[in-house]
């Protein structure tokens, strides 16, 4: 029905329509519906839209435009690649439009060829910063409905991070979640129990504990497989040039007026910067890690003062060991 309609009122607004989920992989039941992607080429493809119920199936004939859904899939930002790779084309409009796709999926592929690396971790940490920030409103909210949902998020972000981490893809929807996910090379230890402790949770302390073991585990294997994978950058003239100077301008003048003045709020601000600067130097040029917030104390100023003018001074060791000359004038 779906493909008559295309061809008779949109034979230029809809390029393509495949075949996704269940019915593509051949584990669907009695009360599946068939999930069609639509490629259309024209706003006025979309109008081929509709949601219906027909006996104890539901229908939802939905549009997927080239330039965003499919070139996202493409670049694997998003989570439905396999819609793109998998699909099976039922109807084409024009050959072109196959060669189109073909284009996007061989993007795809070529991503997905990549060794374990920068990119796919990139990736992961995405995800993973996203399931943080669903663990944190399982602290903010009070009522267990709200917490459980946003362990949800917890878990379906830290899925995706772990299929990045692995430079793959979901290939059987939901329903197989649980079994591809075990067949990952890379999961992170007891990854099945922790998982299924989430699900099982039953108390907002239990949803909020099993969310945060499981977020912690993911990290972890994120971290070891960073280091494992991702060569890290050494100081050099090239890259180190200015960043000293940059450090000073930015930071060593506030930090000194804002401790010597005693004015707290002033401080924590130019101590948030320092930390951020120097963390950026850490990942791009390869500079020692300095944790200058442990030594921050609103009643004692002067410690992180202290802290920072000897961050500085260690800075300087590095221009000094790559031969980089500092540029300071009277």
């Known amino acids: 029905m779906v493909i008559e309609r295309a061809k008779r009122n949109f034979p230029d607004d809809i390029a393509i329509i495949g075949l996704s989920g269940s019915f593509q ?10 999930d069609l992607i639509i490629i259309n080429n024209t706003p006025r493809g ?20 080239w330039e965003t859904r499919i070139n996202d899939q493409s670049t694997l930002e998003s989570n439905y690649v396999g819609c793109l790779l998998d699909m099976r084309i039922l109807y084409c409009a024009k050959p072109e439009y196959m ?4 284009e996007y999926r061989q993007k795809a592929l070529d991503i ?40 949800c998020g917890v878990v379906y972000n830290l899925i995706h991070a772990l299929v990045n981490m692995n430079n793959t893809y979901i290939k059987r929807g939901v329903k197989r979640y649980r079994e591809d996910l075990n067949k990952l090379k890379y999961l992170p230890e007891n990854f099945d129990g922790n998982y299924m402790s989430v699900i099982n949770a039953d108390t907002i302390d239990g949803i909020r504990e099993s969310s945060l073991v499981f977020l912690k585990t993911v990290i972890s294997l994120y971290n070891e497989m960073y280091d494992k994978y991702i060569d890290k950058p050494t100081p050099s003239e090239e890259n180190a040039s200015a960043t000293y100077e940059e450090l000073w301008c930015n930071c060593k003048n506030k930090v000194i007026a804002s401790c010597d003045s005693g004015d707290a709020s002033y401080a924590y601000h130019v101590a948030m910067g ?30 992180f003062k202290d802290a920072f003018l000897h961050a500085m001074d260690e800075y300087l060791k590095v221009y000094e060991k790559i031969n980089l000359s500092l540029k300071k004038f009277s």
């Open 274 to 303: 320092a930390q951020n600067y120097l963390d950026e130097m850490t990942e791009m040029i390869g500079t020692k890690k300095f944790d200058l917030m442990k030594d921050f104390d609103a009643k004692n100023l002067h410690v």
């Open 112 to 151: 997905l060829a990549k060794p374990i690396g920068k990119d796919c971790l990139e990736r992961a940490k995405k995800d993973i910063n996203l399931a943080k920030q669903e663990y944190s409103n399982t602290l903010l909210y009070d009522d267990i409905g709200n917490i459980r949902d946003s362990s």
């Open 25 to 34: 992989t051949e584990d669907f039941h009695e009360n599946s519906d068939l």
């Open 99 to 102: 060669d189109r796709l073909n």
């Open 46 to 65: 979309w109008e081929i839209s509709d949601c219906f119920i027909l006996g104890e199936v539901g229908y939802d004939i939905y549009c997927t435009p």
